[in-house]
């Protein structure tokens, strides 16, 4: 663990830290990646425990960040969904301008460094879905099943949706590098990975995708919108295309499938999936405004 993130280990960190944020995401990266056994394991797992604790104590001052808004949400499943599906328009982030100008603004290098952002921010949705179905009960569990199987292109490795935004990566000739991404990008990536990597946070992680299904559609739309206007084809478009409409089933059916028996069961649980939910939205937030800054800026106005 680097030096500089010695100090986080015994104070709240701040999200802003760019520092912080890379070095997370190197964490996962690593964490993430299959590999053989290596002789100094020992010195992997202690590291790791370490590191686990920076990223515990930067999602725990996200929690303290939004618990006034997710403590408003009821703990009945009615209206604990009328709550949720109304962060479509109410939530951090929802509605921002950003996204009509690169439907019909941005030229072919604006709309380049946004995709790589994004790129760089993705956390790989089927991974997390398969991370976060672990030990649910068995309907949550069947509806995330039935999300990962649509992710992995029902068994089709063309229809992958993961191989379709890296088939889109590569025909832009883009490479999302740590060290060159906006902090705020590798948060959002950093904070999907943390709560779906920790059984404390599966209802947290259980909020945030859904909340993912929710939003997405209305952006994924306006950005397939700009990449048509650019010239790119209906099959180098397909990444968004096929979102900006499945995603409004996926959400349909995670609310009813997902977060409805989960509240049912357990009012408490409420309150972690609201959580989950505000947070990933502020962390998209954060994106959107970094976005605008560095894309409606001068260069030399351009943040580090």
């Known amino acids: 663990m680097t030096a500089q993130l010695q100090p986080v280990l015994r104070t709240r960190p701040a999200a802003t830290d760019a520092t912080l944020q890379r070095s997370l995401a190197h964490f996962n990266r690593r964490r993430m990646k299959p590999v053989l056994p290596s002789a100094d394991w020992e010195a992997t797992v202690r590291e790791e425990a370490e590191l686990r604790l920076v990223e515990g104590r930067w999602i725990e001052a996200e929690r303290a960040a939004i618990a006034d808004r997710a403590a ?41 460094w946004f995709l790589t952002q994004e790129a760089a921010g993705e956390a790989g949705f089927d991974d997390l879905v398969a991370l976060t179905q672990v030990k649910l009960p068995p ?22 949706h993961g191989l379709l935004l890296d088939a889109l990566v590569e025909t832009l000739d883009i490479a999302p590098t740590i060290e060159t991404t906006a902090w705020e990008s590798l948060a959002l990536a950093n904070m999907m990975l943390g709560l779906a990597t920790s059984r404390r946070y599966a209802y947290h ?40 409409v499945l995603d409004v089933k996926h959400s349909e059916a995670w609310n009813a499938e997902a977060l ?22 502020r962390c998209g937030e954060r994106c959107f405004d970094r976005y605008r800054a560095e894309l409606w800026s001068v260069p030399e106005a351009r943040a580090a």
Do not use: C
């Open 139 to 160: 309907r949550p569990k069947l509806e995330l099943a039935r999300n990962y199987w649509d992710e992995m292109g029902r068994g089709n490795i063309k229809g992958m």
């Open 72 to 112: 408003a949400a009821p703990a009945d499943p009615a209206g604990f969904i009328a709550w949720f599906e109304d962060l479509k328009a109410t939530g951090p982030g929802q509605g921002d301008v950003l996204f009509d100008w690169l439907a019909n603004d941005a030229t072919l290098d604006e709309m380049r």
């Open 260 to 281: 409805v028996p989960l509240v049912a069961a357990d009012p408490a649980v409420a309150r972690a999936l609201a959580e989950g939910a505000l947070m990933r939205l």
């Open 205 to 244: 992680s259980v909020g945030a995708l859904g909340v993912v299904e929710l939003t997405a559609p209305g952006r994924v739309a306006k950005v397939a919108q700009g990449l048509r206007r650019l010239g790119l084809s209906d099959r180098e478009r397909r990444y968004f295309d096929l979102h900006a």
